[in-house]
């Protein structure tokens, strides 16, 4: 193999990271999150978690992910739910999964609980 051939794996979107990384360091921090975010805390840790790993500031974020300032805002104040994530956030950032992994296992459904 050549030094190309690494590269394009390294690109490649099945190479990407899923979040298991972060899981641990966020579950172990958000019991001193601050206790007024939304009834989304787990969206709005797996999301300020995926901007803190990749080093963007909010508007760098907003840019490369296609977000309005009002979208991040309220992403990062837990008042958007996985169902209503952006699109961009969803297929091309670990968010998704980061999130469900850190829900309370009392509120995951049954499905869900199959699925992780």
Avoid: K, N
Avoid at 20 to 43: F, N, S
Avoid at 57 to 71: H, I, M, N, T, V
Avoid at 78 to 99: E, K, Q, S
Wanted: one cysteine or more; charged letters at 25%.
């Amino acid at each position: 193999m050549t030094g190309a051939d690494d590269g394009a794996r390294a690109r490649h979107p099945s190479a990407r990271a899923r979040g298991g990384h972060l899981t641990g360091p966020v579950a172990r921090l958000a019991p001193m999150l601050a206790p007024g975010c939304g009834p989304h805390r787990d969206v709005a840790w797996a999301v300020v978690a995926v901007r803190g790993a990749e080093g963007r500031s909010p508007a760098a974020f907003r840019a490369a992910y296609g977000l309005a300032a009002e979208d991040l805002d309220a992403l990062e104040d837990g008042r958007i739910g996985l169902g209503d994530l952006p699109a961009t956030l969803r297929v091309l950032t670990p968010v998704v999964a980061l999130a469900r992994a850190l829900q309370p296992r009392a509120h995951r459904t049954d499905t869900e609980r199959r699925a992780t």
